[in-house]
């Protein structure tokens, strides 16, 4: 699986061995990407609200890999050198009808 050198060096030799499926890794992956937890309240479950209905709610995202088929600690989605991975977002809201 790895090439020999070959002198004089054959550059188009190389370019093809660069793009071979004895450097790819398995991009099998389970990401942790969107996660919605909410809970409404109505006036008929609690009369003393003073509004029809109130919806409170917990937005996660991007939370990270949960398993990854391969052993090089390669994330598949960010494949160049430098690239960051998406920044984790936590988001709380409330909506409230009256």
Same mark, same amino acid.
Request: positive net charge; hydrophobic residues 40%.
């Given at each position: 699986?790895?090439?020999?050198?070959?002198?004089?060096?054959?550059?188009?030799?190389?370019?093809?061995?660069?793009?071979?499926?004895?450097?790819?890794?398995?991009?099998?992956?389970?990401?942790?990407?969107?996660?919605?937890?909410?809970?409404?309240? @109505?006036? *008929?479950?609690?009369?003393?609200? $003073?509004?029809? #209905?109130?919806?409170?709610?917990?937005?996660?995202? /991007? !939370?990270?890999?949960?398993?990854?088929?391969?052993?090089?600690?390669?994330?598949? @989605?960010? *494949?160049?050198?430098?690239?960051? $991975?998406?920044? #984790?977002?936590?988001?709380?809201?409330?909506?409230? /009808? !009256?």
């Amino acid at each position: 699986q790895v090439p020999s050198l070959v002198y004089p060096n054959n550059t188009n030799r190389n370019v093809f061995y660069q793009n071979s499926a004895a450097l790819v890794e398995k991009a099998d992956h389970i990401r942790l990407q969107n996660i919605n937890l909410s809970y409404q309240l @109505d006036k *008929t479950q609690w009369h003393k609200l $003073p509004f029809s #209905s109130v919806q409170i709610y917990v937005f996660a995202n /991007n !939370l990270g890999l949960l398993w990854k088929a391969n052993k090089a600690c390669i994330d598949p @989605d960010y *494949t160049a050198a430098f690239s960051m $991975p998406d920044p #984790s977002s936590i988001s709380i809201g409330c909506k409230i /009808n !009256l």
